[in-house]
């Protein structure tokens, strides 16, 4: 059975000006063990449906199905906690608190004890490529590249088995961006997780296991 799904779901922005139809009348079934790149223009409303299948937002029509039960009638902290792990477009650090807090943080949210914790964060800061040098810096103290591979840390450290990624290779080099797929692509096909990216970048499309387009708010699956 597909981990996510998504049922005719359309969403759509209102204000008191206007009505913009970001994602339009979209159905699609997402499996574990595969990589899926969702491709397409900017503003064709990839970030708008990562948040659907995130949870931090429901769909205006029609439902997002985690293992079967709609998004709407499930805890959605306790599934964003849980059961998805995200790497946000704009990476959403917490600015006041230092590197290591940073992908410490979540892992004591859930629990986990502070030394099990430090250890598990340090373990993939050095799996994205960085070193101690940066445990004790604050966000704003590090590069574009080396704060969105913090990001790719602190949702390494989740053991929820559907990882999203907003660009999460748009601020890294050719190396680093290697370093990153095979990452995402080994938790995919080696520990079955369900990785769902979504990328500017067709080199890194090509390496997933599907290519969707998304284009004005629709789907389109790439044979
Ligand atoms: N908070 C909002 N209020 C109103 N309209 C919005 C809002 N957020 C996004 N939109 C609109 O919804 C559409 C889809 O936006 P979305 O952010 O999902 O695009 P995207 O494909 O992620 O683009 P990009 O590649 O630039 O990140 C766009 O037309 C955008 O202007
Ligand atoms: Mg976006």
Same mark, same amino acid.
């Given at each position: ?32 063990? @595969?990589?899926?790149?969702? *491709? %397409? ?10 948040? =659907? &299948?995130? $949870? ?66 340090? @373990?993939?800061?050095?799996? *994205? %490529? ?10 704003? =103290? &590090?590069? $574009? ?79």
């Amino acid at each position: 059975m597909a981990i996510l799904e998504l049922n005719n779901v359309t969403y759509i922005y209102k204000n008191k000006w206007q009505t913009t139809r970001a994602v339009n009348n979209v159905s699609y079934a997402f499996d574990c063990g @595969k990589v899926y790149a969702i *491709v %397409g223009k900017s503003g064709s409303g990839k970030t708008t449906l990562l948040s =659907m &299948l995130a $949870g931090l937002d429901t769909p205006t029509e029609g439902q997002v199905l985690f293992d079967g039960t709609p998004t709407n009638k499930i805890n959605r902290d306790a599934y964003r906690r849980n059961s998805v792990s995200v790497i946000y477009q704009s990476y959403n650090l917490f600015p006041l608190l230092t590197i290591l807090e940073n992908v410490t943080y979540p892992l004591e949210l859930c629990g986990m004890k502070p030394a099990s914790a430090r250890e598990k964060a340090k @373990k993939m800061i050095e799996v *994205v %490529g960085l070193t101690d040098v940066v445990y004790r810096r604050y966000p704003a =103290m &590090l590069s $574009g590249g080396e704060q969105q591979r913090i990001a790719i840390a602190r949702a390494l450290c989740s053991s929820a088995k559907v990882m999203l990624a907003d660009e999460p290779t748009g601020n890294l080099d050719t190396e680093n961006t290697a370093n990153i797929i095979s990452i995402l692509k080994d938790l995919a096909h080696r520990e079955g997780y369900c990785v769902i990216i979504v990328t500017h970048d067709m080199a890194v499309a090509e390496k997933a296991d599907v290519i969707i387009r998304m284009t004005d708010g629709n789907l389109i699956p790439e044979a």
